[in-house]
T-cell receptor
């Protein structure tokens, strides 16, 4: 596609539910990142994939967060047993080369609200 | 740990003014610095990317400068327009594969 696509755009979950957020990066992009953006703050890094390999997951806040990119294209961020503090916008970004080599392209984000 | 600070947090100006947004970072060992624009409810759009070896980049009415030694970058917007109203985010790449963002400057340009 022309840009990074994320779905769903909005998700409301009851506390304790599991959620899955999807990211379709720009075709051919090697690098894929997930960021979490709380209201009024800048995005914070969650995890990084180079093709299908998850090379950095140091930003995942707890073991309830899990991300995968099994075929090196589409990625899914899963949050188990959601808590109210998980409410945020989850942004996906991709870049053509490996990390640190150029411009990032962001999707519009998935806004998660946990009640 | 890299920390990025943006000043001011919010700014309101009349149309036509030239303005400067500031970004400072604590660790000067960076690969590059990017300025992004974020409209409400939207993702981030990259405006300018400055490599660590560069001093500035220009795109249209936007000019970004980088002073690595002092840990500072500025985004200059000339002849501001109402369509420039958005949040502007600065982010540095320290080679950890992740960008470190500031909290942004919310800009409102009054017609």
């Amino acid at each position: 596609g022309a840009g990074v696509s994320q779905s769903p755009r909005y998700k409301v979950a009851k506390r304790g539910q599991d959620v899955a957020l999807r990211c379709d990066p720009i075709s051919g992009h090697v690098s894929l990142f997930w960021y979490q953006q709380a209201l009024g703050q800048g995005p914070e890094f969650l995890t990084y994939f180079q093709n299908e390999a998850q090379l950095d997951k140091s930003g995942l806040p707890s073991d309830r967060f899990f991300a995968e990119r099994p075929e090196g294209s589409v990625s899914t961020l899963k949050i188990q047993r959601t808590q109210q503090e998980d409410s945020a916008v989850y942004l996906c970004a991709s870049s053509l080369g490996r990390a640190n080599t150029g411009e990032l392209f962001f999707g519009e984000g998935s806004r998660l609200t946990v009640l | 740990k890299q920390e990025v600070t943006q000043i001011p947090a919010a700014l309101s100006v009349p149309e036509g003014e030239n303005l400067v947004l500031n970004c400072s970072f604590t660790d000067s060992a960076i690969y590059n610095l990017q300025w992004f624009r974020q409209d409400p409810g939207k993702g981030l759009t990259s405006l300018l990317l400055i490599q660590s070896s560069q001093r500035e980049q220009t795109s249209g009415r936007l000019n970004a400068s980088l002073d690595k030694s002092s840990g500072r970058s500025t985004l200059y917007i000339a002849a501001s327009q109402p369509g420039d109203s958005a949040t502007y985010l600065c982010a540095v790449d320290t080679g950890r594969r992740a960008l470190t963002f500031g909290s942004g400057t919310r800009l409102q340009v009054q017609p």
